[in-house]
C-alpha cells in the first residue's frame, strides 16, 4: 500500500465523506472483479460490493494497519460471499460456479485467440478446489503479496504460497488434460464447418 | 506450458468490469455519518460562512499584522518569541498528536536530510510525549521504507521491504521531531538567534501565519545534506482562538525556494492508548540483532568504523560488513554495489536530532570512470554514512547512508 492510503484511512477514521468516495473510486472495481473471479455473476457481484462498501463504513475504525486497506476490503468481500454461499438460493450464483464467469464477457473478434486461452485458463481456474482457487486469484487477479494472500485468507504467508504452487501444478495439469481433449477429437468435427 | 508462462498469462487475465453506475450506487450508500471537510478545516463548516467571516477577517489582518509589525522592545525577534510563546503552550498542551506529512527526503535517510531531486516521500506519526510521573514518551512513525514504533520501553524499527525487524531497549525515536510544540520551541528560539529575519506575519480567513528565514550552519566544505545546513524559510500557521499549530512547510534557498517539508495534517488528540503504539508484525518476520564484535572492531571511533565498513565492501567481506552492524539484507546491498576504492573519508559531524554521527565519504565505484562501474553504471558514491553507538555494547555500528 502506499502513502496515499494512510491518509485515506486516516481521512475514513475522521469521518470524512470525500474520503469515502475516494475509496470507491479507487476500489470498487478490485472488488467487484474479485468477486466475479469467485464465482459471483454480474447481480450478485455487486450486491456483495455495495454489501461490501456498507461493512467498510461501519467497521473502519477496526482497520488497524492502513498499509492493508486493499486486503482488507476483499476480505469483507470473501466474507460477505461465503455468507451469501452458505444461504444461497438456487437461482444465484455461488462460490462454485467460478466457469460461468469465462463467458460473461464476449471477446471482440480481433482478441478471439487471446479470449480462448484466457477462457481455457479461467475455466480451470474455476475448476480448481476452493482454496487453490482463491489463492490464484488474490496473486494473480489481484496482485496481492503472498503476506497479503494469507491476510485476507487468514492464513500464514507460507501457506499461501504453497497454496498457490499447488495451484499452478493442478492448473497445468488441467490444461494439458484440456489440450490433450482438443487433439484427439476427429478431423471430421472441422471439416463438416466448411 | 511452462510455469513462467503459466504465470504470465494468469496476471495477463483481466477481471470483468463492473457496470459504470456502481459507483454512483455505492455513493448513494455512504451513511450521514460521513460528512463533506474543506481541507485541513473543520467538519461542517460551508463557504457560506467563510464568506461571511472574509470581510471581518480582512479588517482583523489589517488591525493585527500592523501591531505585529511595530517592533517590541528589543527588536522583532524578541516580539515574535513573546508572540509564539502561547503558541507553543496551547500546542504542547493534548496528550497525543497525529500527523501527516511530506517530505523532499530519501529511503534509508534520516528525518532531516534533503534530497532536491527527489520525490516527496509522505509520513505519518503518532506521538505521545512523556507526562508527569515518569509517564514514557510513545511514538509510531511510519515512513516509505521503515516503521518505528515505541512502547516507552523499548523501541521496533521494521523494514517491511526487508522483511526485517530490530529491537532495542528505549526510545531510538526522538519525540520532538515528530512534535508540533517542540517545532514551535525551536522557531521561538530561532527567532532570537542572530542572523534570523521575520519574512511575514499576517492573520487572515481566522488563521495566524508567520514565516522565520535562517541562515545554514557551515558544512566545512563538504555537501549540504541535511536541513539546518541550508539557508531556509519555514512558515507556521495556528488559530488564533486555540492557538495551536495548524501547519508547518519549510523550503530551502539554494538555486531558488524549494519546498522541502510541509504538514498534510494535524491532529490533536484526547487520548493516546497503547494500541496505537503498536506495530502489527508478518509472521514471518526476521529479528536482526547487533552481533559481537571481534575485539580489534570493538573499540573504534567513528571514522575508523567507517573506514572498516568500506574496505569490507572493497573487500567482499560480509563478516565484517555483518560485525559492524549491517543487516544480512543490507550486507547483500554493499556488497552488489561494487565498491572498488576509497577516494576521501571526512570528519564525522553531528547534526539535528540524530543520535548518531554522519562520517562524509566519497567511494569509487566498479573501478572508477574507467571501469565497468556499479549497478546503474555509477562510477562514484558520495554520500554520508550514518553510526550510531546507543546499543549496549556502546559501538559505533552502521545505521545508514550508503
Redesign the interface.
Known amino acids: 500500500m502506499g502513502?496515499?492510503d494512510?491518509?485515506l484511512v486516516?481521512r475514513l477514521k475522521?469521518?470524512?465523506?470525500?474520503?469515502?468516495?475516494e475509496l470507491?473510486?479507487r476500489h470498487?472495481?478490485t472488488v467487484?472483479?474479485?468477486l466475479?473471479?469467485l464465482g459471483a455473476d454480474?447481480p450478485l457481484?455487486?450486491d456483495l460490493?455495495?454489501e461490501t462498501?456498507?461493512r467498510a463504513?461501519?467497521r473502519i475504525d477496526s482497520l488497524?494497519?492502513a498499509?492493508s486497506l486493499r486486503s482488507w476490503l476483499l476480505a469483507i468481500a470473501r466474507h460477505e460471499l461465503l455468507q451469501r454461499a452458505r444461504v444461497r438460493r438456487p437461482d444465484e450464483v455461488g462460490i462454485e460456479a467460478a466457469a460461468a464467469?469465462a463467458a460473461?464477457?464476449p471477446p471482440a473478434d480481433d482478441v478471439v485467440a487471446q479470449a480462448e486461452?484466457?477462457t481455457r485458463?479461467?475455466r480451470a481456474?474455476g475448476r480448481l478446489e476452493g482454496v487453490l482457487r482463491e489463492a490464484?486469484v488474490l496473486h494473480?487477479?489481484q496482485?496481492l503479496s503472498l503476506?497479503e494472500v494469507g491476510a485476507v485468507l487468514g492464513v500464514?504467508?507460507?501457506t499461501a504460497k504453497s497454496r498457490i504452487n499447488r495451484a499452478?501444478q493442478a492448473?497445468?495439469s488441467l490444461?494439458?488434460k484440456e489440450a490433450a481433449h482438443d487433439r484427439s477429437k476427429p478431423e471430421t468435427a472441422v471439416a463438416g464447418d466448411a | 506450458m511452462t510455469d513462467r508462462n503459466l504465470r504470465r498469462q494468469l496476471r495477463a487475465m483481466r477481471e470483468p468490469a463492473p457496470p459504470p453506475d456502481l459507483a454512483a450506487r455505492l455513493e448513494r450508500g455512504v451513511p450521514g455519518s460521513f460528512e463533506r471537510r474543506e481541507p485541513g478545516g473543520t467538519p461542517g463548516r460551508v463557504w457560506t460562512m467563510a464568506r461571511i467571516g472574509l470581510t471581518a477577517a480582512a479588517v482583523v489582518a489589517l488591525v493585527w499584522g500592523a501591531l505585529m509589525f511595530l517592533p517590541g522592545p528589543g527588536g522583532p525577534g524578541v516580539s515574535v518569541a513573546a508572540m509564539l510563546e502561547p503558541v507553543a503552550r496551547a500546542t504542547g498542551s493534548a496528550p497525543a498528536v497525529h500527523i501527516v506529512m511530506r517530505v523532499w527526503s530519501r529511503a534509508g535517510e534520516d528525518f532531516g536530510f534533503v534530497d532536491l531531486a527527489g520525490e516527496p516521500q509522505t509520513f505519518e506519526a503518532w506521538i505521545a510525549m512523556p507526562g508527569a510521573g515518569g509517564v514514557p514518551g510513545r511514538a509510531l512513525v511510519t515512513k516509505g521504507d521503515r516503521e518505528y514504533a515505541c512502547d516507552g520501553r523499548e523501541t521496533i524499527i521494521f523494514h517491511p521491504s526487508r522483511g526485517e525487524a530490530i529491537r532495542s531497549t528505549g526510545c531510538a525515536v526522538d519525540v520532538e521531531t515528530f512534535w508540533p510544540a517542540a517545532w514551535v520551541t525551536q522557531l521561538r528560539a530561532a527567532a532570537l538567534a542572530a542572523g534570523t529575519e521575520v519574512r511575514e506575519r499576517n492573520e487572515e480567513r481566522g488563521s495566524a501565519r508567520l514565516v522565520l528565514r535562517e541562515p545554514g550552519v557551515g558544512v566545512s566544505g563538504r555537501e549540504k545534506a541535511f536541513i539546518d545546513e541550508f539557508d531556509r524559510e519555514t512558515e507556521i500557521t495556528w488559530k488564533p482562538g486555540s492557538n495551536r499549530l495548524t501547519g508547518l512547510r519549510r523550503w530551502v534557498l539554494e538555486d531558488g525556494r524549494h519546498l522541502v517539508a510541509e504538514t498534510v495534517a494535524i491532529e490533536y488528540l484526547d487520548t493516546a492508548d497503547d494500541a496505537l503504539f503498536r506495530l502489527d508484525l508478518p509472521p514471518d518476520v526476521r529479528w536482526v540483532t547487533l552481533r559481537d564484535a571481534p575485539a580489534a572492531l570493538a573499540d573504534l571511533g567513528p571514522r575508523e568504523v567507517a573506514r572498516r565498513f568500506f574496505e569490507a565492501a572493497i573487500a567482499g567481506d560480509r563478516d565484517t560488513l555483518e560485525a559492524l552492524g549491517a543487516s544480512p539484507h543490507f550486507a547483500d546491498v554493499v556488497l552488489g554495489a561494487r565498491v572498488t576504492g576509497i577516494v576521501a573519508l571526512g570528519e564525522p559531524f553531528r547534526t539535528g536530532a540524530y543520535p548518531g554521527v554522519y562520517v562524509p565519504y566519497v567511494l569509487e565505484i566498479g573501478g572508477g570512470p574507467g571501469g565497468a562501474g556499479g549497478p546503474g553504471g555509477a562510477t562514484e558514491r558520495r554520500h554520508n554514512l550514518a553510526l550510531r553507538d546507543d546499543n549496549p555494547q556502546r559501538r559505533w555500528v552502521f545505521d545508514g547512508g550508503f
Open positions: 502513502p496515499s494512510l491518509i486516516w475522521r469521518r470524512d465523506r470525500d474520503a469515502c468516495s470507491i473510486r470498487h472495481a467487484y472483479g474479485y466475479r473471479s454480474g457481484a455487486e460490493t455495495q462498501y456498507a463504513w461501519t488497524r494497519e498499509r464467469v460473461a464477457d486461452r484466457d485458463l479461467r481456474v490464484v494473480y487477479f496482485d503476506r500464514p504467508p507460507g499452478l492448473l497445468r490444461l494439458e
